[in-house]
């Protein structure tokens, strides 16, 4: 009798790889000339990062190299959710971009869907925020996980507990 595979569909990411993608991001705008004197700072809570800084100007070059460092961080883009941007006092500008976690359970159920009308051998299951998928064969389970590839979520996936 041949055994059961799986994996899980998750949406995570390593909070240590945001805290050095914002220590690099911070180092960097404090050596760029447009940006050095702008006294912008980037403060990292629970699940949000906060941007304060001198103008909408200076808050799309700040995104943009947060962006660019998260990225060289093997971070995703799709972890950031941009939230608006305010007055803050003395005529800066500050916004809270929000730090995407967890499968929510619409697009699991996308997922879970998806893989049970267009794969008939493999099995799908919420558990919380994650999806397990399992099957026999590790070939279903391998196209499965380009077919969830292939769906556009606004978070970043990955596979865990391949087995």
């Known amino acids: 009798m041949a055994s059961t595979n799986s994996f ?11 805290v050095n993608t914002i220590d690099q991001a ?5 050596t760029r ?11 990292l809570g629970e699940n949000t ?3 304060n800084t001198a103008s909408d100007f200076t808050l799309d070059a700040v995104q943009t190299i947060l962006v660019t460092k998260a990225v060289k961080r093997n971070l995703s883009p ?5 939230g ?6 003395g ?9 995407r976690q967890g499968i929510s359970k ?40 380009q077919a969830v590839r292939d769906l556009d979520f606004p978070m970043p996936i990955q596979f865990t507990n391949y087995r």
Do not use: H, P
């Not at 911070?26 to 404090?30: A, C, K, T």
């Not at 000339?33 to 403060?43: G, P, Q, S, V």
């Not at 608006?84 to 006092?89: F, I, M, R, V």
């Open 26 to 30: 911070l180092r960097d705008i404090n």
């Open 78 to 82: 799709k972890l950031f959710d941009y």
């Open 106 to 145: 619409d697009d699991a159920k996308k997922i879970t869907k998806m893989v049970k009308t267009d794969f008939k051998k493999v099995q799908a299951s919420i558990q919380g925020d994650a999806v397990r998928i399992s099957s026999k064969s590790k070939d279903d389970l391998q196209a499965v996980m």
């Open 84 to 89: 608006e941007a305010e007055s803050a006092s």
């Open 33 to 43: 000339y447009d940006l050095k004197d702008t006294k912008t700072t980037i403060e």
């Open 8 to 18: 899980d569909v998750v949406s995570d990411f390593d909070r240590q790889e945001v």
């Open 49 to 51: 990062i906060t941007i």
């Open 91 to 99: 005529g800066r500008v500050r916004q809270v971009i929000t730090l």
